[in-house]
């Protein structure tokens, strides 16, 4: 729009709407029942800004010439409607504060309350312009400022709400059922307006609040605006024409009658609507609870899993490391199986140690507690470093692990002790998640300032979902029936380690059963300097001689130190021991030549412990005593067993009368068969 163009239109909208309003009802030429205009000057003033009113002010001057005034005599009543709209302008948008969606009470009220007190401006200087001009009877003052009052505010009331919310409220989108109701309320309140106005019996004018009721609860601030600018057209015709409950002797009546329900149907929609946007808001917040609510639920269910997985994993190598010393009591000093049962101690005894390191260093990051101890390190020799550090678990897995060393020294700044933690970590689970016979590459790339160093495997893969998620604390892969090991610190560990170093740390894998490849990217030091670190010595492993045995003993568990323990331990003893790692083989193994007793783990690598007792007891005649022998020791782990088909449960780890107790208790199950 050009710059006068709104000008323009005010000034010939409100010279229009003025001139109609003149002649439908005109009293004393000037006055009339439902002064419009100041309604357009009002809602015109607050959409487009006060400077505004040289329109309003000329339209004004102009009707009121036009209409018969004398000059000064129309230049005071244009000033006084003037004013009028400024005085209104002011207090909708500076103290009420106007929205133009006009869904709030203040706002409405707000409206009511200017429609009520600027009139007195313009009624005050019309009724003293006419009174000195003459053009007023003494004796009609009274009459006339009430009339010049009750239509002023009557045309602001019908006419500043509905040109807002039309034309500045936000955009109309509602569903086609809501058209169609709004539609619909629309005519009733059109039907009934014309039932009450347009029929020369006299019907009750109150009627019209029920239609305008629905309007208001359904349809909100815009229908209630558009049916009620509808109902006062129709009551305002119907009653000039001599129809309806006022008759041309009740147009006072009438305006008032206008003005109640124009005032109570717009606070009503607006309390309507606040309720309304009050209901969204509280469900808003019910929905915010419960998702918090749930979220701490959740976390409190990771943290007590992890627990029970901690202690778990804690058992695992402590039912190791207590099988062992068993056997080492029972072998003379300087046996030769000695160093072998004491390296076995020794590497459970570290992996516990980290283990817990790994929880304390989590819990550390946690609370801010762990700081790095920077240094400028050359790569190569934390990779040695981690290299001889999970040398024994690449063996007994029987991986390859290549190592693609970078042809030039690479040096960073970082606390070697923290990358080899992270190497370490990526190194183990890369073999941990590798079927046996696996190969695992690590190897270096350089890009501008950085060094990304990838670990990558040929294992079980991690789906592109779950690539997000592993890096969560707690979190662990559930893969069908396969055991997990670990608790689920490792990967967020090494995350926040990564991260503290100022690196990045992204895995790639092209899907389950596709291998997996985790990239660490950190900088590189811009100074050069060699630390010295120390290669670690690894211990020797030799093989324990057999003795003679007597009962037959089928030791099934996938930790294969664990398992290779007891057996020795039981074997020590004189019973006849195998050894198998997956429930498969136990099985197989079982069903070929059934033992006396069965020591099951029940988390095994393919199918549990649970479906090895169910697949074993298919056969009625199966003979076995099963006994289960895992870390999971809560009461209701041992009825599960029990109720799976287990003659009994034992929780890691057991020590060797424990076990012999067991037997003995057992007995009489194969002694029977
Ligand atoms: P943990 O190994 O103790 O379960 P981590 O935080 O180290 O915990 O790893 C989280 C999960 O990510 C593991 O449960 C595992 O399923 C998956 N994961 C980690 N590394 C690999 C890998 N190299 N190949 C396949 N899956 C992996």
Redesign the pocket.
């Known amino acids: 729009m050009r710059r006068f163009e709104p000008y323009l239109l005010l000034f010939i909208l409100y010279f229009v709407v003025g001139r109609i309003g003149l002649t439908i009802a005109p009293m004393w030429g000037l006055a009339t029942l439902l002064w419009l205009p100041s309604g357009v000057a009002l809602a015109a003033l607050v959409i487009g800004g006060w400077r505004l009113w040289p329109a309003v002010f000329a339209a004004a001057f102009a009707l009121y010439a036009t209409a018969g005034a004398g000059f000064f005599p129309a230049l005071f009543l244009g000033v006084g409607n003037t004013i009028e709209a400024l005085v209104g302008t002011y207090i909708l948008s500076h103290i009420v504060g106007l929205h133009y969606n006009l869904r709030h009470v203040r706002d409405n009220l707000g409206l009511v309350a200017v429609s009520l007190v600027t009139p007195i401006v313009s009624t005050s200087i019309a009724t003293a312009t006419l009174v000195l001009s003459g053009d007023l009877p003494p004796h009609t003052v009274i009459e006339f400022a009430l009339v010049w009052w009750i239509a002023s505010a009557t045309g602001i009331i019908i006419a500043t709400p509905f040109v807002v919310k039309w034309l500045k409220g936000p955009k109309f989108d509602r569903t086609p059922a809501q058209y169609a109701e709004l539609a619909v309320a629309l005519l009733a309140v059109f039907l009934i307006s014309l039932f009450i106005f347009w029929t020369p019996t006299n019907q009750l004018a109150y009627y019209l609040c029920i239609p305008l009721t629905w309007v208001a609860l359904r349809t909100g601030p815009r229908g209630i605006t558009l049916a009620l600018v509808m109902a006062s057209a129709l009551a305002t015709i119907g009653t000039l024409q001599g129809n309806g409950p006022y008759g041309l002797t009740g147009l006072f009546a009438l305006s008032v009658y206008l003005y109640t329900i124009c005032a109570l149907f717009l606070t009503f929609t607006s309390t309507v609507e606040e309720r309304k946007e009050a209901q969204k808001e509280l469900a808003k917040h019910v929905d915010e609870l419960e998702q918090a609510l749930s979220k701490i639920s959740s976390e409190d269910e990771a943290k007590k899993n992890f627990l029970a997985i901690l202690a778990h994993e804690l058992r695992n190598p402590l039912a190791a490391m207590l099988s062992s010393v068993e056997l080492l009591r029972l072998q003379k000093a300087g046996s030769e199986e000695t160093p072998a049962l004491v390296h076995t101690i020794g590497e459970h005894v570290h992996a516990m140690r980290s283990m817990l390191d790994d929880v304390l260093d989590i819990s550390r990051i946690s609370r801010n507690k762990l700081t790095l101890r920077k240094e400028v390190v050359a790569l190569d020799l934390i990779v040695d470093r981690c290299v001889h550090s999970t040398e024994s678990i690449f063996r007994n897995r029987r991986h390859k692990l290549l190592v693609h060393k970078s042809p030039h020294p690479l040096f960073i700044e970082a606390d070697p002790i923290r990358i080899e933690q992270i190497l370490v ?1 990526l190194l183990n ?2 073999a ?2 590798t079927d046996p016979g696996g190969r695992i590459e690590l190897s270096f790339s350089r890009d501008k300032g950085t060094i990304a160093v990838h670990v990558k ?1 040929n ?4 789906s592109k979902s779950m690539q997000k998620r ?1 890096f969560e604390p707690f ?3 559930q ?1 069908g029936k396969l055991a ?9 560990l090494t995350r926040q380690l990564v991260d503290m170093h100022k690196g990045t740390i992204e895995v790639k894998s092209q899907g389950e059963g596709r291998g ?1 490849e ?1 990239i660490v990217t950190l900088p590189l030091a811009a100074k050069n300097q060699r630390p010295a670190i120390k290669p670690i010595s690894s211990a020797k492993n030799k093989t324990l001689r057999a003795v003679k045995n007597t009962r037959s003993i089928l030791v099934v568990d996938d930790n294969e130190a664990a398992a290779l323990a007891i057996s020795r331990l039981l074997t020590l003893r004189g019973h006849s021991v195998r050894t198998v790692y997956t429930g498969t083989a136990a099985v197989e193994e079982a069903r070929r030549q059934p033992p006396d007793i069965l020591i099951l783990d029940i988390g095994l690598p393919d199918i549990d412990g649970y479906e090895v007792t169910h697949q074993l007891l298919l056969d009625p005649l199966f003979p076995s005593a099963i006994i289960a022998l895992t870390g999971f020791g809560q009461t209701e782990d041992k009825e599960k067993a029990i109720n799976a088909g287990f003659h009994y449960h034992l929780t890691k780890p057991v020590g060797l009368q424990e076990l012999e107790k067991t037997f003995k208790k057992v007995e009489h199950i194969y002694a029977s068969t």
Not at 484 to 492: S, Y
């Open positions: 970590n689970n890369a941990k998640y495997d294992g079980i893969g991690i592993i979190f662990q892969i893969r997990t090991e670990g608790l689920g610190v490792g990967l967020p997996s985790f």
